[in-house]
């Protein structure tokens, strides 16, 4: 066997390695997938958390407050917010981005870090982006269209890649604090999940303690960015919004279906996964860059032409 045989066969096993490695690179999703999180526009009603009338909480969602260590100069301890539809009767005003309520928590003449989380089950590896609007009424009087000597609210949203349910943890990457005082804001965050869960956040933190601190969030979006080829999440969003998922799902029940579309100009794809407690779906989606399907078929042809290179090598040392 000669060395130019030998040299072709290590080139050729070289490239097909290269080629399967950047094939099964995550791969990026345009187009618009389904909402992950429940509840995310905040119609699906709301109920007291824990039987807790003052903490009445979306379904699919849980609240929480930090009082105490808050970075406030004239005063470090806050007090617990209320939670409540924005449209409940005792809410100062009834305020919606879109529908007929948004989630609403409020403090009088005092502040708290304080919001809602929801834990979502994910494949690891996932990049996923949070998104959510937002509008703060923040104000030393007590009319309701207009803030007045309003606190620097600092809105955000955030995502624990691991799961956690700890607003204080440094594993959530969270957005910059912004401010959307007597206006509706889109705030969002991206990043990669690191486990079979993660958990979003959205918050805020009034910097002073005022009479009136309500803050309102609305039309929440968790939706995939990317996706490895990694094992699907088993569980789902707990119904109730409270405590852990009541139950898990076989992973063996799980399905995965590409199905091929007709989008011009690109490659369109359906992709639809499902379990028994849940579906997700991510339509018209166009796999860019390193796509598995141009990568495969352009390592299929450059095998193909190696093969027939080291075959009619191989026949010239045989012939010698």
Same mark, same amino acid.
């Given at each position: 066997?000669?060395?130019?045989? %030998? +040299?072709?066969?290590?080139?050729?096993?070289?490239?097909?390695?290269? /080629?399967?490695?950047?094939? #099964?690179?995550?791969?990026?999703?345009?187009?618009?997938?389904?909402?992950?999180?429940?509840?995310? @526009?905040?119609?699906?009603?709301?109920?007291?958390?824990?039987?807790?009338?003052?903490?009445?909480?979306?379904?699919?969602?849980?609240? #929480?407050? $930090? !009082?105490?260590?808050?970075?406030?100069?004239? @005063?470090?301890?806050?007090?617990?917010?209320?939670? /409540?539809?924005?449209?409940?009767?005792?809410?100062?005003?009834?305020?919606?981005?879109?529908?007929?309520?948004?989630?609403?928590?409020?403090? +009088?003449? =005092?502040?708290?870090?304080?919001?809602?989380?929801?834990? %979502?089950? !994910?494949?690891?590896?996932?990049?996923?982006?949070?998104?959510?609007?937002?509008?703060?009424?923040?104000?030393?009087? @007590?009319?309701?269209? !207009?803030?007045?000597?309003?606190?620097?609210?600092?809105?955000?949203?955030? !995502?624990?890649?691991?799961?956690?349910?700890?607003?204080?943890?440094? @594993?959530?990457?969270?957005? /910059?604090?912004?401010?959307?005082?007597?206006?509706?804001?889109?705030?969002?965050?991206?990043?990669?999940?690191?486990?079979?869960? $993660?958990?979003? #956040?959205?918050?805020?933190?009034?910097? #002073?303690?005022?009479?009136?601190?309500?803050?309102?969030?609305?039309?929440?979006?968790?939706?995939? $960015?990317?996706?490895?080829?990694?094992?699907?999440?088993?569980?789902?969003?707990?119904?109730?919004?409270?405590?852990?998922?009541?139950?898990? $799902?076989?992973? =063996?029940? %799980?399905?995965?279906?590409?199905?091929? &579309?007709?989008?011009?100009?690109?490659?369109?794809?359906?992709?639809?996964? &499902?379990?028994? =407690?849940?579906? %997700?779906?991510?339509?018209?989606?166009?796999?860019?860059?390193?796509?598995?399907?141009?990568?495969?078929?352009?390592?299929?042809?450059?095998?193909?032409?190696?093969?027939?290179?080291?075959?009619?090598?191989?026949?010239?040392?045989?012939?010698?």
């Amino acid at each position: 066997m000669s060395r130019q045989f %030998v +040299k072709l066969v290590s080139l050729s096993t070289m490239f097909l390695v290269l /080629m399967l490695t950047v094939a #099964f690179l995550p791969q990026t999703i345009t187009g618009q997938t389904e909402n992950l999180l429940l509840n995310g @526009n905040f119609e699906e009603g709301f109920s007291a958390w824990n039987g807790d009338e003052q903490l009445q909480v979306a379904t699919g969602w849980n609240p #929480f407050w $930090v !009082i105490e260590g808050l970075d406030i100069p004239e @005063n470090s301890s806050g007090n617990r917010p209320e939670f /409540m539809a924005s449209n409940a009767p005792q809410s100062p005003f009834s305020r919606a981005y879109e529908g007929q309520q948004s989630q609403l928590w409020h403090t +009088k003449f =005092s502040t708290a870090f304080a919001g809602i989380y929801q834990r %979502v089950p !994910i494949a690891p590896a996932t990049t996923i982006r949070l998104s959510a609007w937002s509008y703060a009424w923040s104000s030393e009087g @007590n009319d309701p269209t !207009i803030s007045q000597g309003g606190a620097w609210v600092r809105q955000r949203v955030g !995502i624990d890649p691991t799961g956690g349910t700890d607003p204080n943890s440094p @594993n959530i990457a969270w957005s /910059m604090p912004t401010q959307y005082l007597d206006s509706w804001g889109q705030i969002s965050v991206e990043t990669q999940a690191q486990t079979d869960h $993660v958990t979003v #956040f959205l918050a805020a933190y009034p910097n #002073f303690h005022l009479p009136q601190n309500d803050i309102y969030f609305d039309n929440a979006e968790l939706r995939l $960015v990317s996706f490895g080829l990694a094992t699907p999440a088993s569980g789902s969003n707990d119904g109730t919004g409270f405590g852990e998922a009541a139950a898990t $799902v076989d992973p =063996s029940l %799980v399905s995965l279906v590409l199905e091929s &579309e007709t989008v011009p100009g690109q490659q369109g794809l359906t992709l639809h996964a &499902e379990d028994l =407690s849940h579906t %997700v779906s991510v339509t018209n989606v166009s796999l860019q860059e390193n796509s598995l399907i141009p990568i495969l078929v352009l390592g299929l042809v450059l095998s193909l032409a190696l093969l027939g290179t080291l075959w009619i090598t191989g026949r010239r040392d045989t012939s010698q």
